[in-house]
DNA sequence: CGGCATCCTCTTTGATACTG
DNA sequence: CAGTATCAAAGAGGATGCCG
């Protein structure tokens, strides 16, 4: 990207992401840790992959990403975040609170990755009973199985199945995701296709929000 | 811009703010208010018109900027950030934490506008004695003086010159924000070619950070 | 298959000129 | 002052080829 040449910080931190892609190159990095080359592919649908390519050295260059070849059990190379790369963070924190309110009205024609409900996860749900039981929600939608697993005070994310989870949420990104973030109460969710299995009352533990109808 | 068609509120914040020039004009918008089209070209170094046109429209459209014909003592039309762009703060707070980074170097062939002080100003300088009598600083620098005002807690940055200030700093743009932001004491930027007049001891009342060297 | 590099087409940008 | 029109150059997107 052609540099703004303006002595401003905004311009400056523009002047390195501010290029197409390079934002959500780093939302997956932070999202997923180190990735590999397909793996960045899948998080980032639509993307061409020589620009992926390019985005990458880019950002190598810029001190924001480091590449590692990893040994044999991987025998491939990773992409990390460096620390400055990571620093981003609340960026992508401000825009995503910012974006979230394009979330209702979904086109329908867009892709979700289920790795991405991390976010909204993080962002609305917390865990309103420290001393109960841990409890597990399993989200079936997008291209895999997510779990959402709340204990001792923490909400954590991850890519999975359980054996028996407390709840299960079954829809689209957008029911799921309007369940998630409380702007969907579960009545609202099943008329919209959501489907449950297990106590619908865990939702009253990590709703941050709590919706007109949470039965 | 092209969407990305990703399900996700990061990729839904860049559908509508990702384009090259849009959070800059963003960046006036928020930092001077309502604003005639030729102001936001002065701020804006380097757009071409016909991007400025076409950026104001996507913004209008999307929600962010309105329009207004503004009567006779103005007699042009203004543009002003809706709720919507305001709430875009935060996003442009959080970029320009992040780009500070990149300040220290400078490749000296920047651009600098004397309104881009408020900025750094409010992210680094805090009234260190509220109860203190009011002071005035003169900043001198880029394309206008300006003034940073000291008083009851509050700190605030206006363009304009003051009669008699306590204190004006007078030098390049990386040197004054190093003093103001706290990364170069007043010894060091002088040596970089600071001029001062008046009592330096007020920066102790304004600096965050207290550096190394105050004298 | 993972990890790119190349080629080609289409869109966007930037610089400048021009108009009400 | 407040834009629109024009056009060459750069960049994005898509397909495909290559190589360990």
Not at 30 to 56: C, E, K, M, V
Not at 79 to 84: Q, V
Not at 170 to 192: C, I, N, W, Y
């Amino acid at each position: 990207m052609r540099s703004y040449n303006q002595y401003c910080a905004v311009a400056k931190a523009l002047d390195v992401v501010g290029d197409r892609w390079t934002l959500l190159i780093v939302r997956e990095l932070l999202l997923r840790g180190g990735s590999r080359y397909t793996d960045l592919q899948h998080g980032l649908p639509g993307i061409a992959t020589n620009l992926l390519g390019a985005r990458l050295k880019e950002l190598e260059d810029g001190g924001l990403v480091r590449r590692e070849s990893a040994p044999p059990p991987v025998a491939t190379t990773l992409y990390h975040l460096t620390d400055a790369g990571r620093d981003l963070q609340p960026v992508l924190a401000a825009l995503g609170r910012w974006g979230a309110r394009f979330m209702p009205e979904p086109t329908g024609e867009e892709v979700f990755r289920s790795h991405w409900l991390a976010f909204p996860v993080s962002e609305f749900l917390r865990d309103g009973e420290p001393e109960g039981p841990p409890v597990t929600i399993e989200v079936r939608t997008g291209d895999q199985p997510a779990l959402i697993e709340v204990a001792g005070g923490e909400v954590t994310t991850r890519l999975g199945t359980a054996p028996s989870p407390d709840l299960v949420l079954e829809g689209d990104a957008p029911t799921v995701v309007g369940v998630l973030s409380g702007m969907l109460s579960l009545a609202e969710a099943r008329r919209l296709g959501l489907r449950t299995e297990g106590s619908a009352a865990v939702m009253r533990r990590v709703r941050y929000r709590v919706p007109a109808d949470a039965s």
